[in-house]
Every structure is written in C-alpha cells, then in structure tokens.
C-alpha cells in the first residue's frame, strides 16, 4: 500500500520560501516501475490548482503561473521529494498535497495521467 | 490553459437517486479526464480516469462518460456514503487543471 506524507513548516512570513518535502512509503521512487510525483495545493480562492511533476529522470513540469518561483527536486536516498516555492504571499496560503500521478509507458515514452495516490494534505499558511 | 467548468456548483439529492454532474472543457482533451471525490478534511479520491474508466475499488454505481469537450459523471442510486463535493480534472495537456467542484448535499 503505497502512503505518501508531507511535512514542512505550517506558517511562512511574506517573501520567503515554502518547502515541504513528502516522504513515500510502500514504493520506492527508483524503483524500475517508475512514476511521476506530483505537488497540488487546494484554496479557497482558486479551488485544485496543480503545481508540478517530477519523473526519476529529473525532468520536471511546471504550472506556467508558478513556475518562476518553483522548484521540485527528487531526493531518493530517502525516498522523497520535495517542493520549494519562493517569494510567497498570501495568495500562496492554502493546503498542499503531494501525489503519485498514474503513469504509462506506451513504446518506451512515459505519459502522466491522474493522481493514483494523495497524501494527507499540509495547510501552509503565509503570513507575517 | 484549458478551462474546466463544472455544473451545477450544488445539487440537492435523497438516498437512491440517481445524480448527474457535468464538466465542459474550453477545448478539446479527447477521454483525458478524471473524476475524484472529495469530503471535508480529506484528499480527493480518484473515481474514474480516461472518461470512463473505473479506478479499482469504486462502486460500480458511479459511472463516467463523454469526450472532446463535454463529460458526465453519474452516480446511479445515491448511498448516504456519496455526499460529497466531486471535481473534473484534465490531464491532456500542461498545466493540468481542474473543474471548480460539485457540492452533493442531502435535500
């Protein structure tokens, strides 16, 4: 049964960086079946927003909106990975999920569907 | 972007109705929609991917279908279990989006 769980400071000042790192268990992120992990934050603003992926390889995608403040970075010697967003505000204020996104390879090029796996979620709450 | 938009934002229902919830792309994502499940406090769940398939485990009572631009979920006899807000999401292309959800609340 694969779990995923986040952790990271729940209050951030204005300006600085949010980093949450999620831990996974009951899969390895190495592993040959490999998938693509995956940050979504939920506000009650703006609803689901996705954030971005990450594949073993390193390669990464990026919501267009954020990605100048984003950076998504694999760590798996212990099996995690882990999200830093920069210069925050309070728009950034809302709950953030890590996630195991379905992935299929069709003749060797792997594709990313929906999420298979959510984590419990962490509120991040940016504030002074 | 491509937008998702979802209808109705509420739907009032009783134990075994049968319940439908409608979600229309800006533009065309062939079957590359989901449907998950969400109730207050916790992650969503996934219910059905590629329009209409089935994750494993979900009743059989929901049901998913559609494509291009216009998709349906149903859910064929409401269980007390069910009342919860229900959101689209597509995965055809970058960034992934989302509807804004579909509170199903007890009349």
């Known amino acids: 049964q694969v779990q995923l769980q986040e952790s990271g400071p729940g209050l951030v000042k204005p300006s600085q960086t949010l980093s949450l790192t999620c831990t996974v268990s009951g899969d390895s992120i190495s592993s040959s079946d490999s998938y693509y992990w995956s940050w979504i934050r939920q506000s009650a603003g703006k609803g689901l927003e996705w954030i971005g992926r990450?594949?073993?390889?390193?390669?990464?995608n990026y919501n267009p909106s954020l990605k100048s403040r984003v950076t998504i970075s694999l760590d798996t010697s212990k099996n995690q990975f882990s999200l830093k967003l920069s210069s925050v505000t309070a728009a950034d204020t809302a709950v953030y999920f890590c996630?195991?996104?379905?992935?299929?390879?069709?003749?060797?090029?792997?594709?990313?569907?929906?999420?298979?796996?959510w984590g419990q979620g962490t509120l991040v709450t940016v504030s002074s | 972007d491509i937008q998702m938009t979802q209808s109705p934002s509420t739907l009032s229902a009783s134990v075994g109705d049968r319940v439908s919830i409608t979600c229309r792309a800006s533009q065309s994502i062939s079957s590359w929609l989901a449907w998950y499940q969400q109730k207050p406090g916790k992650a969503p769940k996934l219910l059905i991917y590629k329009a209409s398939s089935l994750e494993s485990g979900v009743p059989s009572r929901f049901s998913g279908s559609g494509s291009g631009t216009e998709f349906t979920l149903t859910i064929s006899s409401l269980q007390p279990d069910d009342f919860a807000a229900y959101y689209c999401?597509?995965?055809?292309?970058?960034?992934?989006?989302f509807g804004q959800g579909t509170k199903l609340e007890i009349k």
């Open positions: 990450i594949y073993i390889s390193g390669s990464t």
């Open positions: 996630a195991r996104l379905q992935t299929f390879c069709p003749g060797g090029t792997c594709y990313s569907g929906p999420v298979e796996y």
């Open positions: 999401q597509q995965y055809n292309s970058y960034p992934y989006t």
